[in-house]
């Protein structure tokens, strides 16, 4: 192996990768050679997350790139892949009551959702266009198959065409932005992309190439107007695919902008960061003044993950630093809340109940006291209450707009917050305030109860002790922001 | 004359790409799409890309599409296309195609006139000359970039087909 350049280190600093792969592939064998063991296939599916993420914490503060420079296993590549395994495994606490109650195999499900995250590990890791590319389908396909996993269900077999439908026309516009860099820089290696772009002059064949990869990344971090997507996915999904789909794949994608055009692209920062400020107002905006008129829990948090979409690209906006520190602190903050809020709209489905209205929240709190205030919590910091971590998140984003001279950016954001209140507070008055919703008992295991108090925990924390996330941040933010400022130099 | 190639070849597949929306019939539909992933096969070939330009006809043209005749001809659609048996529209058809190989004959004799003899295997500069260098064949180079320089995206591929694989399986099987 050493002639054709490559050693041991690069074998072993994909070890978390080869460990998500081997366990996805042990699910397989393990299901035909003990069929019907859900507990044992979960078991082994949690496991691999639990490994991969221990193997992956002994890789903090290596800098360096394997697979002959085509992978970063650097503190931004890991941090993103802890985002990406906590919020696996926190899917795969809520899926396993709620695939008992579908009644669906769980052996492919936990295969695609290992897969997806394996796909995301990549994205984090990549930076090469081809490789990030590779990544991204991974994860992309796995999504297609889990989004029309309830199979009798016409919204999820709706929800499947729509994604892959539109997640393949946004992957052919990518791809295209893709190819038009490689013909103006001649490499797909990001730095040496960012080399070329630092002497060039723009040419028109790069304001398209610059359009086009902004669109498609648009598609997956579903920005306005590339979020049509969304709401009917989200809503037809299997709910924990939903809560994945919102959170894994959303941070991947940040990760994968983040390099492209950050790393990449920095010669263009001033090109790009008009295109991202008019995509965040108009996310932003848009996201919350229709998730207002939602009257289903799932739509509800699509246009607001949406909207948090928008926050999140003021971050980018910004394109400092300190900017790219409140994206990554922002991704962490919107996994607790959203995977929590996502995990209480799982627990009501039940044999009787779809539970994805907002009228089944009503009375939750006489029911499932400990949920429903769980939920209030999530709530809360999804629409930026202080103490909790969702308040630390949006103002991290707006001072490191307001930083940069974006007040106005600012503004928008935090009008877009006030209105988003409203539609937040109003599952909170459903459930605390409204009669009892018909169904059968709210059953919530040991599973389910670990899941929620993971996100409390998360919730509360970083919002009250926030330093801890971001020196990690600031640390991480750093090894792409050097990039940035050679490029700039050149 | 590159640019002449290119510019008529895009042109077509342009074309072509939209006869494959807009014909009534699926299985026209599918025909105008092999001829365009035919077309692109030669444009393929005009950047001296020869291995992936037999590839797209292979496995394009070849295999994916004949899938594609099978689905379309098992899908029951509404109406089938009545069949025409205009004598003169199949004249036409037949000038049209006997005049396709006049000008291939044409190109061919211009091409070998012009060049005389076949063209040497172009050497693209930015591959790595890892083993014989210029000399060796652009199905020989590919192999080494995909095996060398991105032997872990591509091991990463073989995860995405095997990921495809099976969420076509989970989609289309009734009970697993």
Known sequence: MEALGYSAADFYYLLPELILTGGALLVLLVNIIVPRRGDLLFGISLGTLVVSGLVLASFAGVDTTVSRGLLAIDGFALFFKAIFLVSAALTLLMSAPYLRVEGVPAAEYYFLILCAALGMMFMASGVDLITLFIGLETMAIAFYVLAGYLKPSHKSNEAAVKYFLLGAFSLGILLYGMSLLYGVTGTTRLDGIA????????SLLLAAALILLAAGMGFKIAAVPFHMWAPDVYEGAPTPVTAFLSVGSKAASFAMLLRIFVEGMGALTPDWQVIFAFL??????????AAITQSNMKRMLAYSSIAHAGYILIGVVAATERGVVAALVYLWVYLFMQLGAFAVVTMLRRHDVVGDELKDMSGLFARAPAAAVAMLLFMLSLGGIPPTAGFMGKVWVFGAAIDQGFIWLAVVGVINSAISLYYYLRVVVFMFFKEEAAGSEIAMGPAMVTTLTVAVVGTILFGIYPQLLFEQAQAVAGSLGASVTSAALQ | MEAFVFYLLATLILGLG????TARSAVHSVLFLVLNFLLVAILY???????VAVIQVLV???GIVV???????????????ELRSDSRRVARTGLLLAGAVLAELIAIVWYTSANGSAPPAQAASDFPPRLAGDAMLNTE???????TEYLIPFEVASMLLLVAMIGAIVLAKKNL
């Open chain 1, 195 to 202: 080399e070329a772009l630092a002497g060039q002059d723009r």
């Open chain 1, 280 to 289: 965040a107002v108009v996310t932003m905006t848009v996201g919350n003044i």
């Open chain 2, 18 to 21: 939209i006869m494959v929306i």
């Open chain 2, 45 to 51: 070939v005009t950047l001296s890309a020869q291995f």
């Open chain 2, 60 to 62: 394009y043209a070849g």
């Open chain 2, 67 to 81: 899938l594609y005749l099978f689905v379309v001809m098992l899908v029951s659609l509404k109406k089938a296309p």
């Open chain 2, 141 to 147: 180079r590919l192999g080494w970039v995909l095996y």
